[in-house]
C-alpha cells in the first residue's frame, strides 16, 4: 500500500510540474506586449517605424503597395505608422470624369523630387528614412525586410511623442499639442514634423487587377497637410541633454478644405538628417461639436 501511496503522491508532482512550466511559459513580462491576437510579441521600448508610401491614383501597382504596407503595420501592431504621398505623374488628375482629383501636396512633390523616387517608378517607400542595402527609397518587395533590419538594430527609443488634437466643428479649426521628451541626449540638429493624415477617401484608382480602374477605391492614411513645411522645425539646438523637453501648439482653419474632419490624424515625427526618423507617433482629432 505504502508503494502505490507513494506512485501516486509522484505522479501528482509530476503533473503540477507539467501545469507550471506549461503556463509559465505565458507569462511575459516588461517590457514585451501582445499584439492582442496571440501574434507576434512586440518590444516597446524600441523606437516606431515610419513608412512613406510613395503612391499615385493611376499607378496600377500601387494598391499591391498598399496591400503589403497594411500587412507590415498588422504584423507590427503600434510600432508602424503609414503616410500615403501621392506625387509624381501618375498622381497628377485627367480633366474627365476619372482621375481628375487632386491628392498630391507640395510637400509631397518636394520629396519626391529631392529623393529621387518617381525615377525608378511607382510604389515605393522609405522606412525612417534610413538605408536598406544602400538605398533609401525601394520597391514595395522590400518594405518587410528592410523593417526587420531597423527593428532588430534599434532597440532603445531615443524620444517620447505626446500628441493630442482637435477639430472644432463651430470655427472649423483644428488645433493639436505636440510635446516630445528626449530619453537619449543628441549630438545632431533634430527636427519635428507635424502632418495631418485622411483616411477613407472614396475616389479613382487604377489596379492591375481591374482593367478599367476602380471608381471608389478607398484612400488611406494620405498626407493632406504639414503645419511645418515640408522638412519640419528645429527642435532646440545641435546638442539635445536626456532630459530636454519640447512642446508646441499648432492650428489650422479648414473651412475651404473638402476633408472629412471625422476621417483626420495628427501625426509627428522626429529626425535628424544622418540618422533618420527616431520616433513616430498619430492620434486620431477628435470632434469638439
Given at each position: 500500500?505504502?508503494?502505490?501511496?507513494?506512485?501516486?503522491?509522484?505522479?501528482?508532482?509530476i503533473i503540477v510540474?507539467?501545469?507550471?512550466?506549461?503556463?509559465?511559459?505565458?507569462?511575459?513580462?516588461?517590457?514585451?506586449?501582445?499584439?492582442?491576437?496571440?501574434?507576434?510579441?512586440?518590444?516597446?521600448?524600441?523606437?516606431?517605424?515610419?513608412?512613406?508610401?510613395?503612391?499615385?491614383?493611376?499607378?496600377?501597382?500601387?494598391?499591391?503597395?498598399?496591400?503589403?504596407?497594411?500587412?507590415?503595420?498588422?504584423?507590427?501592431?503600434?510600432?508602424?505608422?503609414?503616410?500615403?504621398?501621392?506625387?509624381?505623374?501618375?498622381?497628377?488628375?485627367?480633366?474627365?470624369?476619372?482621375?481628375?482629383?487632386?491628392?498630391?501636396?507640395?510637400?509631397?512633390?518636394?520629396?519626391?523630387?529631392?529623393?529621387?523616387?518617381?525615377?525608378?517608378?511607382?510604389?515605393?517607400?522609405?522606412i525612417n528614412r534610413?538605408?536598406?542595402?544602400?538605398?533609401?527609397?525601394?520597391?514595395?518587395?522590400?518594405?518587410?525586410?528592410?523593417?526587420?533590419?531597423?527593428?532588430?538594430?534599434?532597440?532603445?527609443?531615443?524620444?517620447?511623442?505626446?500628441?493630442?488634437?482637435?477639430?472644432?466643428?463651430?470655427?472649423?479649426?483644428?488645433?493639436?499639442?505636440?510635446?516630445?521628451?528626449?530619453?537619449?541626449?543628441?549630438?545632431?540638429?533634430?527636427?519635428?514634423?507635424?502632418?495631418?493624415?485622411?483616411?477613407?477617401?472614396?475616389?479613382?484608382?487604377?489596379?492591375?487587377?481591374?482593367?478599367?480602374?476602380?471608381?471608389?477605391?478607398?484612400?488611406?492614411?494620405?498626407?493632406?497637410?504639414?503645419?511645418?513645411?515640408?522638412?519640419?522645425?528645429?527642435?532646440?539646438?545641435?546638442?539635445?541633454?536626456?532630459?530636454?523637453?519640447?512642446?508646441?501648439?499648432?492650428?489650422?482653419?479648414?473651412?475651404?478644405?473638402?476633408?472629412?474632419?471625422?476621417?483626420?490624424?495628427?501625426?509627428?515625427?522626429?529626425?535628424?538628417?544622418?540618422?533618420?526618423?527616431?520616433?513616430?507617433?498619430?492620434?486620431?482629432?477628435?470632434?469638439?461639436?
Amino acid at each position: 500500500m505504502k508503494s502505490i501511496k507513494h506512485l501516486l503522491i509522484l505522479a501528482t508532482l509530476i503533473i503540477v510540474g507539467i501545469i507550471v512550466s506549461i503556463t509559465s511559459c505565458d507569462v511575459i513580462e516588461e517590457p514585451y506586449t501582445k499584439d492582442g491576437n496571440g501574434g507576434q510579441i512586440l518590444d516597446t521600448n524600441r523606437p516606431n517605424i515610419l513608412l512613406e508610401e510613395f503612391t499615385g491614383h493611376k499607378c496600377v501597382w500601387c494598391p499591391n503597395g498598399s496591400k503589403i504596407a497594411k500587412t507590415l503595420e498588422k504584423q507590427y501592431p503600434g510600432k508602424v505608422f503609414i503616410v500615403a504621398i501621392h506625387c509624381g505623374e501618375m498622381a497628377k488628375p485627367e480633366s474627365g470624369e476619372e482621375y481628375n482629383y487632386d491628392f498630391r501636396t507640395a510637400e509631397g512633390t518636394e520629396l519626391d523630387n529631392f529623393y529621387k523616387v518617381n525615377i525608378d517608378g511607382l510604389p515605393r517607400g522609405m522606412i525612417n528614412r534610413t538605408l536598406y542595402n544602400n538605398r533609401q527609397t525601394m520597391g514595395a518587395s522590400n518594405w518587410g525586410n528592410a523593417i526587420t533590419s531597423f527593428w532588430n538594430n534599434n532597440k532603445t527609443r531615443q524620444v517620447d511623442i505626446e500628441l493630442s488634437a482637435l477639430y472644432n466643428a463651430n470655427t472649423k479649426t483644428i488645433t493639436g499639442n505636440v510635446k516630445l521628451n528626449y530619453l537619449v541626449a543628441q549630438s545632431k540638429q533634430n527636427r519635428l514634423s507635424v502632418w495631418i493624415l485622411e483616411d477613407n477617401i472614396i475616389n479613382w484608382q487604377a489596379s492591375i487587377e481591374a482593367p478599367n480602374g476602380i471608381p471608389d477605391y478607398q484612400h488611406n492614411d494620405v498626407l493632406r497637410y504639414s503645419f511645418n513645411g515640408t522638412w519640419g522645425e528645429n527642435v532646440g539646438t545641435t546638442t539635445i541633454p536626456s532630459d530636454f523637453v519640447f512642446e508646441k501648439n499648432y492650428s489650422l482653419q479648414i473651412s475651404d478644405r473638402d476633408w472629412n474632419p471625422n476621417n483626420l490624424r495628427l501625426i509627428a515625427f522626429v529626425y535628424d538628417d544622418d540618422n533618420g526618423v527616431k520616433q513616430v507617433m498619430d492620434t486620431k482629432i477628435k470632434i469638439k461639436e
